[in-house]
């Protein structure tokens, strides 16, 4: 399988199975029609009057050497397909600090921090039970992660900072090594705050949406008045603090921006060098949800924010983009490729009553109830259903050239949905895909910027 795509004057071919990636020129691009087969009868009676034979007979051998190398349509063997190996363990937990938050986002999936429940803080004992199932659970993992999440975790800081401690002890009984991030609001962040977070955790997500006025639609206090002002300065004085590294500025865009763009290079004038500006996820109901018929205001955004990575780093003021930073040389293996996150397999979320869920989207939705912290309990029937979806147990994606990219798309959007966690998200495969094709063609870009 392959897929070529045209984008900002360079033309591409990406080798589904193999990864390889090719610009090409026009005589490729149309001869890429006559594949895999390429005959040559067909070729020559239908593109003898604008190649010469001679020509056509130089690209189509072209393309079979790189068949035959395995970097152009490239057989896929079911077979062959990887699988999860052993004993299934969790390696990472999204630990719900706080179920409250003090703002109050319109768009908020989490029910602005309630998650549709009682409002709550994680008290010490749940959380180093946590800490502990994690690490009971864990089998040969060395290096595992804890995301201190909320609502806004922050609210809840000197819990979050025993339990850090308590990791710390749990390292040295148990020989694992805790990686620690938190995501914030920021609304809470202080020097004291602020110098603990750059010692203690290596990640930290700091929520801003873009321009003053964007940010302030959505993202409001509790009292109803925009949080930008309260916020930015804070953000900022974190990235350069981190000396812009091991952090992202998350944003959200939605109806109400489809120029997102514009608020993607807003953060980049602040001074943010690590940049991840997301589209909501919601419901037709909602007047801010996107839809189909908003995805060529939003592809164009996509474009026009990828020449403009170009232009900025060809200025010497570059930035990285969450979704256009795609490794072409490795990446994750072939299992993480295509198992995806490892949501309810690898991962799991803790809320402040110890109720464990696949991941953070899933917290209050009963059937995916996965058992508690606090006396032991777990599906291992429901991790194993999410352990056997992958890319190969999703139709729609088994037809995909983006699938070993996307990993077959969050889980718990298919099942918001369509009720059902092999059954993709259908807006945001769309979304994916015009992303990578964005991705591909900048990394093509400035390779070609390179070679002059």
């Given at each position: 399988?392959?897929?070529?795509?045209?984008?900002?004057?360079?033309?591409?071919?990406?080798?589904?199975?193999?990864?390889?990636?090719?610009?090409?020129?026009?005589?490729?691009?149309d001869?890429?029609?006559?594949?895999?087969?390429?005959?040559?009868?067909?070729?020559?009676?239908?593109l003898?009057?604008?190649?010469?034979?001679?020509?056509?007979?130089?690209?189509?051998?072209?393309?079979?050497?790189?068949?035959?190398?395995?970097?152009l349509?490239?057989?896929w063997n079911?077979?062959?397909?990887?699988?999860?190996l052993?004993?299934?363990?969790?390696?990472?937990?999204?630990?719900?600090?706080?179920?409250?938050?003090?703002?109050?986002?319109?768009?908020?999936?989490?029910?602005?921090?309630?998650?549709?429940?009682?409002?709550?803080?994680?008290?010490?004992?749940?959380?180093i039970?946590?800490?502990?199932?994690?690490?009971k659970?864990s089998?040969?993992?060395?290096?595992?992660?804890?995301?201190?999440?909320?609502?806004?975790?922050?609210?809840?800081?000197?819990?979050?900072?025993?339990?850090?401690?308590?990791?710390?002890?749990?390292?040295k009984?148990?020989?694992?090594?805790?990686?620690?991030?938190?995501?914030?609001?920021?609304?809470?962040?202080?020097?004291?705050?602020?110098?603990?977070?750059?010692?203690?955790?290596?990640?930290?997500?700091?929520?801003?949406?873009?321009?003053p006025?964007?940010?302030?639609?959505l993202r409001?206090?509790?009292?109803?008045?925009?949080?930008?002002?309260?916020?930015?300065?804070?953000?900022?004085?974190?990235?350069?603090?981190?000396?812009?590294?091991?952090?992202?500025?998350?944003?959200?865009?939605?109806?109400?921006?489809?120029?997102?763009?514009?608020?993607?290079?807003?953060?980049?004038d602040?001074?943010?060098?690590?940049?991840?500006?997301?589209?909501?996820?919601?419901?037709?109901?909602?007047?801010?949800?996107l839809?189909t018929?908003?995805?060529?205001?939003?592809?164009?955004?996509?474009?026009?924010?990828?020449?403009?990575?170009l232009?900025?780093?060809?200025?010497g003021?570059?930035f990285?983009?969450?979704?256009?930073?795609?490794?072409?040389?490795?990446?994750?293996?072939?299992a993480?490729?295509?198992?995806?996150?490892?949501?309810?397999s690898?991962?799991i979320?803790?809320?402040?009553?110890?109720?464990?869920?696949?991941?953070?989207?899933?917290?209050?939705?009963?059937?995916?109830?996965?058992?508690?912290?606090?006396?032991?309990?777990?599906?291992?029937?429901?991790?194993n259903?999410?352990?056997?979806?992958?890319?190969?147990t999703?139709?729609?994606?088994?037809?995909?050239?983006?699938?070993?990219?996307c990993?077959?798309?969050?889980a718990?959007?298919?099942?918001?949905?369509?009720g059902?966690?092999?059954?993709?998200?259908?807006l945001?495969?769309?979304?994916?895909?015009?992303?990578?094709?964005?991705?591909?063609a900048?990394?093509?870009?400035?390779?070609?910027g390179?070679?002059?």
């Open positions: 399988m392959i897929h070529k795509f045209e984008l900002s004057g360079v033309r591409l071919v990406l080798d589904v199975h193999s990864g390889a990636v090719h610009i090409i020129d026009e005589l490729i691009w001869l890429l029609d006559y594949g895999p087969e390429f005959t040559w009868e067909t070729i020559k009676n239908e003898n009057a604008k190649y010469e034979i001679q020509v056509l007979k130089e690209g189509v051998s072209e393309l079979r050497a790189l068949m035959e190398a395995e970097m349509y490239t057989p079911q077979e062959d397909k990887p699988v999860m052993g004993e299934p363990v969790i390696k990472a937990m999204c630990l719900h600090a706080a179920h409250d938050c003090n703002l109050r986002c319109s768009y908020c999936f989490a029910s602005t921090g309630d998650f549709k429940g009682e409002r709550g803080l994680l008290d010490l004992e749940t959380g039970r946590a800490l502990e199932f994690l690490v659970n089998g040969h993992r060395r290096n595992l992660e804890v995301d201190f999440f909320g609502g806004e975790p922050m609210m809840n800081f000197p819990v979050v900072k025993q339990l850090v401690q308590y990791g710390r002890e749990l390292e009984k148990y020989n694992k090594q805790f990686r620690f991030t938190i995501t914030t609001n920021g609304l809470l962040l202080d020097d004291e705050a602020l110098e603990y977070i750059n010692k203690e955790f290596v990640n930290v997500v700091i929520s801003l949406d873009g321009r006025e964007v940010h302030d639609k409001i206090t509790r009292s109803g008045t925009g949080s930008y002002e309260h916020i930015a300065p804070k953000a900022v004085k974190l990235a350069e603090s981190r000396n812009q590294k091991d952090y992202y500025v998350r944003g959200t865009f939605t109806k109400y921006n489809k120029d997102f763009d514009k608020d993607v290079l807003h953060l980049a602040l001074g943010f060098k690590q940049i991840s500006v997301e589209p909501v996820v919601a419901s037709d109901e909602e007047e801010y949800h839809s018929e908003d995805l060529p205001e939003i592809n164009e955004s996509y474009e026009r924010l990828m020449r403009a990575c232009v900025r780093k060809n200025e003021k570059g990285n983009f969450f979704h256009f930073m795609v490794d072409l040389k490795q990446g994750p293996c072939a993480k490729r295509s198992a995806g996150c490892g949501a309810g690898e991962y979320a803790v809320t402040p009553k110890g109720d464990i869920y696949p991941c953070h989207q899933f917290v209050g939705d009963d059937e995916f109830k996965m058992g508690s912290v606090l006396d032991g309990s777990f599906d291992d029937d429901l991790q259903t999410f352990r056997s979806s992958n890319i190969f999703k139709e729609k994606c088994s037809s995909c050239w983006a699938r070993f990219y990993s077959g798309g969050c718990a959007n298919a099942q918001h949905f369509s059902n966690i092999n059954e993709p998200y259908e945001g495969c769309e979304m994916e895909k015009k992303r990578l094709e964005c991705a591909l900048l990394k093509a870009l400035e390779f070609l390179s070679e002059k």
